[in-house]
């Protein structure tokens, strides 16, 4: 069977195919409990990404000179906890979904764990000829199944200081397009250094500044082949966006400065599952589904950063550490001219 990836930007690259499978077949409960186990599902896939794509926007409290831009190339990985990769699934919130082994709840897997063993339920439905019937689906798993514990983030980032200690920073990813899948993001930020603002011959050993960041994600993934579920057009379509409000306060040296920031996420992430879907039983029984449903999840969180930043002529490297929802460290190289 076909299985569904929305996870986000490089984990096409980690996983393959892994996350979301049998999503789809779980139509054939209704619309209403797939929408729910894809809520649950979902959730910490998303919040991850609205997390990983807010890495590096900053290298150091300092402001560059006016006139001055800069290019950096960034990396990042986030670091799943294991809280991440389960959620509680409780029979009685789903009419037409019971766990195969009778039990009344089972932990089970989110699109970041991984079910071993694997956990079947029995799907009701009313067959308009020979009334209620059943059917038994595999629970889909995550990428913990492919024994993925992180995950990697990577940007490309230009920035340029109009002012004196103003930075305009822009960061993007190419659209990445593979045979079922679209992926893409772009970014846009300001950071203005506050001690830039005090009289010129005031020196001071360190710099504070203050960041506003805007991310948006987008993506989708079509698949076809289900065992349950046929149909025409049939996708997942991702948005998340995000705003990142930061205080960073760093030395003020010439060679290495060290930094450390507050941080605040908020924003949302959209899954649509989109299409025509068919649910049949093989024989006689179908029924048409069209654009089932649309899942939407609430981002939001504090986080702490800490990193320096080492120059070397026209160019410096940077590494961070941020503690967040979803801890992660950074690494950046930048070129100024």
């Given amino acids: 069977m076909k299985q569904i990836l929305l996870i986000g930007i490089i984990l096409l690259s980690v996983i393959s195919t892994r996350a979301q499978e049998n999503v789809n077949d779980l139509l054939a409960a209704g619309a209403a409990d797939a929408e729910r186990f894809t809520k649950d599902y979902m959730a910490p896939a998303t919040e ?8 590096g926007w900053f290298n150091n ?18 670091f799943i906890k294991d809280e991440k990769k389960s959620f509680q699934m409780n029979e009685a ?23 071993d ?6 799907i009701t439905y009313d067959d308009p000829i020979f009334g209620q019937q059943e059917t038994t689906l595999v ?8 024994g993925v514990d992180l995950i ?52 001071l050993p360190v710099a504070v500044s203050g960041l506003v960041a805007y991310t948006h994600l987008d993506g989708s993934y079509d698949f076809t082949d289900a065992e349950f579920v046929d149909g025409e057009n049939q996708r997942v379509e991702t948005d998340v966006n995000t705003l990142l409000f930061e205080l960073i306060v760093g030395t003020n040296l010439k060679i290495i400065n060290f930094y450390g920031a507050l941080g605040y996420i908020t924003g949302s992430s959209t899954t649509d599952l989109l299409g025509t879907y068919r649910v049949t039983d093989g024989f006689l029984f179908s029924e048409e589904i069209k654009d089932p449903f649309s899942v939407e999840n609430d981002i939001s969180g504090m986080r702490g950063t800490v990193g320096a930043n080492l120059q070397l002529g026209f160019f410096s490297l940077n590494a961070d550490y941020t503690i967040a929802e979803f801890d992660s460290a950074t690494l950046g190289i930048n070129f100024s001219f």
């Fill in 48 to 55: 991850a990404l609205g997390y990983g794509i807010n890495n």
């Fill in 61 to 78: 409290a300092k402001a560059p000179k006016r006139f001055n831009f800069e290019l950096s190339i960034i990396g990042n990985v986030g």
């Fill in 93 to 115: 919130d789903y009419p037409n979904i019971r766990f195969e082994d009778g039990s009344a709840s089972k932990m089970v897997s989110t699109a970041l764990g991984n079910n």
């Fill in 117 to 122: 063993p694997e956990i079947r339920v029995i």
């Fill in 139 to 146: 629970l889909p798993t995550g990428i913990g199944a492919e």
């Fill in 152 to 203: 990697p983030t990577g940007f490309l980032q230009a920035s340029f200081s109009p002012f004196k200690g103003t930075q305009i920073k822009g960061r993007f990813i190419p659209k990445i397009e593979t045979e079922d899948a679209k992926i893409g993001l772009y970014g846009i930020g300001l950071q203005q250094e506050f001690t830039s603002w005090l009289p010129a011959d005031t020196v």
